[in-house]
């Protein structure tokens, strides 16, 4: 199970990553259903999105080597990943990334609770 999880830490750090960091056309752009070089607030500034969602995936990452190995201080490290994937998704806001605030929000949930036991 400590495996299972962990991989869905990295899997969702990568998400980001991935999503923010390919170079993307403006052909191709025009067929993703969501546009991550463009912001409801910063507009079409691209260098901030990549670094935070580069910046989101390495917290994902230190989180699952940290959930991995059974450090006592994952649960901070998935509550700072999850704080920066939360700004990411909501500076650059679509639909889409509604399933991106669900896992969010049970990463949350299981890291709040490991804090209080």
Known sequence: ???LVSLLLVGHGIVHGEMWALPYSAEARADLPMDPSHSWL??????PGL???LATTASFLVAAGAYL???GWWPVAAI???ALSLLLLGLFFSPWWLVGFAIDAAI???ARRALTT
């Open 69 to 71: 190995a059974d450090a």
């Open 108 to 110: 949350l949930v299981a």
């Open 42 to 47: 910063l507009g079409d500034l691209r260098a």
């Open 51 to 53: 670094i935070l969602a």
């Open 1 to 3: 199970m400590r495996v």
């Open 80 to 82: 700072t990943a999850t």
